[in-house]
């Protein structure tokens, strides 16, 4: 079916009171785009990133307009001439409903990972090779093993993981990182993350590689703020995971020896350049020793213990 997509200029003050008169005349799913709204969005939700890619941010420069799909027939012409008899700056194009909501799958391919694993989306067979597969659904929620700061902590903890490995994975968004130990053979994983969406995501991604509650725990909840949900994570794990941003790993720090067996390790990534000083600074000053520093790209991961000794 062919669709009518229809942008209107409009002016923010206005944007409200012309949706509601697009809903008198039948018009629905309106997609807003506001370059003030969309700054309000990363001003008030930085604790999720420290970095926003340029290109998204020019595609909202100057941008205040509403878009919306009408159908293209004799309905959606009539709300088509509504519209361009009530408004002075309206653009249209015809496009194919062509599957929307899947052809976002063409884009993830099967991304080889370290030296042990390999990340499949749900849909792709595994490759050849003797990788081993961690299946996953995209989906919505940060994780997908395309990013930098995903692959270096992958590769790194392959270096840590053990059949008696229990693994806390802060902030664990798609549930990547710790399902990954678990696929490198990890006992148990304890996965947490700040969005509500997470918990269930997660165990469906767990579920795609045949892992059950009896090896994954997931919960949602404010690590930084929430005393009660740091003492359910108890402590003595070997490995404690965390691909965050550096405004969070940096107070994070001060908890993370809690949290750690003796001689555990420290994975986190999510830092952006320019701010790994001041990561590596709060991860000393909290006790712990850097053992290895990698970057790639524009991101730096910091593997560290509570073990004394020389830094890196």
Known sequence: MRYIEVIVDTPEELIDQ?????????????????????????????????YVDKELEQQYAGLSRIKCYLTDDEDGQAQLRQIRAAYDSVAVRYVE??????NWRAYYKPI??????VVVPEWEPIPEGGRLPLRLDPGLIFGTGSHPTTRMCLAELENYVNRETRVLDLGC?????????????????????????????????????GIGPDRLRVCAGDILTDLSLRREFGGGYPLVLANI???????LAAFVRDFLAEDGVFICSGIIEGRQDEVRSALERAGLRILVHRTEEEWHCFVCTAQ???AA
């Open 112 to 117: 080889p990972v370290g030296e042990k694993l």
């Open 245 to 251: 941003v550096s405004d969070v790993i940096i107070p």
């Open 173 to 209: 968004g798609s549930g990547i990182l710790g399902i990954g130990a678990l696929v490198l053979g990890a006992k148990s994983c304890f996965g947490c993350d700040i969005d509500p969406k997470a918990p269930d995501v997660v165990r469906a991604n767990a579920a795609l590689n």
């Open 97 to 102: 409903d062509s599957d929307w909501e899947n």
């Open 308 to 310: 004394s000794g020389g």
């Open 18 to 50: 012309r949706c509601e008169e697009m809903a008198i005349w039948g018009v629905g799913g309106f997609v807003i785009e506001n370059e003030a709204d969309f700054q309000r969005f990363l001003e008030n939700n930085h604790a999720y990133w420290d």
